[in-house]
């Protein structure tokens, strides 16, 4: 009998501790948090480097939103670099219209990584317009 109500308390403290795990863990993040946090992280950590805005589109995702992507070219150590970057919720900060062909622009970029680099993120903007 003792063991019983034993077996019975252990297997309430074990659904209880999954049901309280199953509700306070953390929810995977989505694209643009992720996206948010890389920003965040270059604006701290990036180098700054000089490049050139090579063209603006207008795509649609595969969850067909339309995106605007900014195009852009830029050298670290001897390298060329052509990157871009989904500007879609930063549109408050730029004037798409002035990013033309061959506007002058600043880039920062991972030093370990060169090739993760931005244009534009909430603190910082590298368009010279």
């Known amino acids: 009998m003792i063991s019983l109500r034993l077996y019975t308390l252990a297997l309430c403290a074990i659904g209880v501790a999954l049901a309280s795990y199953a509700m306070l863990r953390r929810k995977p993040k989505n ?41 852009y070219q ?17 549109r408050q900060w730029i004037n798409l219209h002035s990013c033309r062909l061959g506007l002058p622009t600043s880039v920062k970029y991972d030093s370990r990584n060169p090739g993760n680099s931005m244009v534009i993120a909430e603190g910082w903007m590298g368009l010279r317009q």
């Open 31 to 71: 694209a643009v948090d992720i996206e948010r946090e890389r920003r965040d992280w270059l604006n701290t950590v990036g180098r700054i480097t000089d490049g050139t805005v090579i063209d603006v589109q207008e795509i649609t995702t595969a969850a067909d939103r339309p995106a605007t992507m900014l195009i």
């Open 74 to 90: 830029y050298d670290v150590a001897g390298v060329s670099y052509e990157a871009s970057q989904d500007v879609t919720y930063l």
